[in-house]
């Protein structure tokens, strides 16, 4: 029986472990599995002796060296010694060592040095040691701050590689390594291609991983520099939410969600700033006639948030059009630049400010803390002073004030819950502080009676 491929449907013989097309593997996991690559205590090209292994994936094995003659540690790739013959698999390899070569920039990897060892290609890379950009991810998202500095490095990187005149195509967390500094670095461009290579694009035309693939990419239409682009808003979204903002059980489920579904921007309200909203929003446009024009312009963009401004480099990769099927309507993206091209904020639609008063929009801990704790308690106080004074102004300010918060309240409180991924049964637990409050005013307000209580006789009438 034939074996498809997943990424290009190429029908293979029975048992093949590897797709005769494009070279990935098509075997069930279970079965035909390749044998462990381990060159620990190996010293290849009489140069680089291999400390460890660092990962092994579907194509190679990365492994921990040091550079005897430089006396420093590296990072040696090494694809399989079973794909080694098939010319896909190797091209690949070479693609990406030839890649790697035209690009020196702090926010990608550096390639070193690129030899066959016996029946092994490797390629020498600089060595990250801090992990990769998953790691970083919270499931409550990270600090607008933190995730704009980090974007800020991978769309320069992104936009050093597009100079280039190659598009990655497979932008995400696991292939964004961090220094020992927290120093993005773009990694495994071993899916890259030359942006004008119209023959290589149909040679696994879907290749890269389905939840951050662009929607032209999800369906086999030629990518460019762009695609790069909403790979990086998915990324930027994923930063601040700490979710994907496409998902779904099966990978053709997230692929139409990457395709129709438009990704839900209310779980930014709250977390981020209305222009780093708006600057996700663009990068997350179906239509990639309708996103940012560069990395850079993206990147630039993201430094006046900050409050730097940058200066956009003259060349950068002219966008043609991508036929879509489907296009999401959104407020068109302009950026305007003055004679010395200094990038200029984008000018976006501003998006609906949340208030209280309504159940649309995000809260974030300042709010909740002022509005559902600062706010109940203040209110409390005045209750108590306003009562001691004169009880039918506390009572008035209970039906005129009181009652209001206490509204705005639980309207945060279930919203903030809404905020952390819960609902239904968590909700009730949180109204047990309110529940006291109500009681606490009713203590307040009530003139209470003079004579005995549960406790005893009232020690004034003794």
């Keep these: 029986m034939p074996r498809f491929c997943n990424a290009c449907g190429h029908s293979n013989p029975d048992g093949s472990v590897f797709c005769g097309k494009c070279g990935l593997r098509v075997a069930q996991p279970d079965i035909d599995e390749p044998e462990q690559l381990d060159l620990t205590g190996h010293t290849l090209n009489g140069r680089y002796r291999v400390d460890g292994k660092l ?39 070479t693609q990406e060592a030839n890649a790697l070569a035209r690009i020196e920039h702090p926010n990608v990897v550096r390639l070193f040095d690129v030899f066959d060892e016996g029946h092994m290609f490797v390629m020498v890379l600089e060595l990250v040691t801090g992990g990769d950009l ?8 990270l600090p607008e701050a933190e995730a704009l500095r980090l974007m800020e490095g991978i769309l320069e990187g992104l936009h050093a590689i597009h100079e280039a005149g190659l598009v990655h195509r497979d932008v995400k967390p696991e292939n964004v390594l961090m220094t020992q500094k927290q120093v993005p670095k773009l990694a495994d461009l071993g899916v890259a291609r030359d942006a004008s290579g119209a023959g290589k694009t149909r040679i696994g035309a879907r290749l890269g991983t389905p939840e951050y693939m662009s929607p032209e990419q999800a369906q086999g239409f030629p990518v460019d520099h762009r695609s790069d682009l909403f790979s990086a808003g998915v990324v930027f979204y994923e930063l601040i939410c700490g979710v994907r903002p496409f998902a779904g059980h099966s990978e053709l489920d997230v692929m139409s969600a990457v395709v129709h579904q438009p990704p839900d921007l ?13 600057a996700i929003e663009a990068l997350l446009q179906k239509d990639p006639n309708r996103r940012v024009a560069s990395a850079a312009d993206a990147a630039a963009a993201l430094g006046m948030v ?18 879509v099927a489907h296009v999401h309507q959104a407020q068109h993206v302009t950026i305007t630049e ?12 501003t998006p609906k400010k949340t208030t209280y008063f309504t159940s649309e929009g995000r809260i974030g801990r300042q709010e909740y803390l002022k509005t559902a704790v600062l706010l109940p308690f203040a209110t409390i106080v005045a209750v108590a002073m306003l009562t001691a004074l004169d009880k039918n102004v506390g009572v008035l300010f209970v039906i005129g004030v009181g009652l209001p918060v206490l509204g705005m309240t639980i309207l945060a409180t279930m919203r903030r819950f809404h905020d952390l991924g819960y609902s239904g049964a968590w909700v009730l637990p949180c109204m047990i502080p309110y529940i006291g409050w109500i009681g606490l005013i009713a203590l307040c307000v009530a003139p209470g009676a003079v004579g005995v209580n549960r406790f005893g006789a009232d020690p004034i009438q003794r």
Excluded: N
């Design 134 to 141: 998953r790691r970083r991810i919270q499931s409550q998202g």
């Design 55 to 93: 990962g092994q994936g579907g194509m190679g094995a990365v492994f921990r060296a040091t550079d005897l003659r430089l006396t420093r540690e590296v990072a040696l790739k090494v694809l399989s010694p079973e794909l080694v013959a098939h010319p896909t698999a190797r091209r690949r390899m």
């Design 266 to 278: 209310r779980k930014l309200d709250g977390r981020v700033t209305p222009l780093t909203r708006a």
């Design 338 to 349: 003055s004679e010395q091209t200094v990038v200029r904020p984008m000018q976006f639609a």
């Design 306 to 323: 900050v409050g730097t401004e940058r200066v956009r480099p003259q060349s950068a990769p002219k966008p043609k059009p991508v036929p």
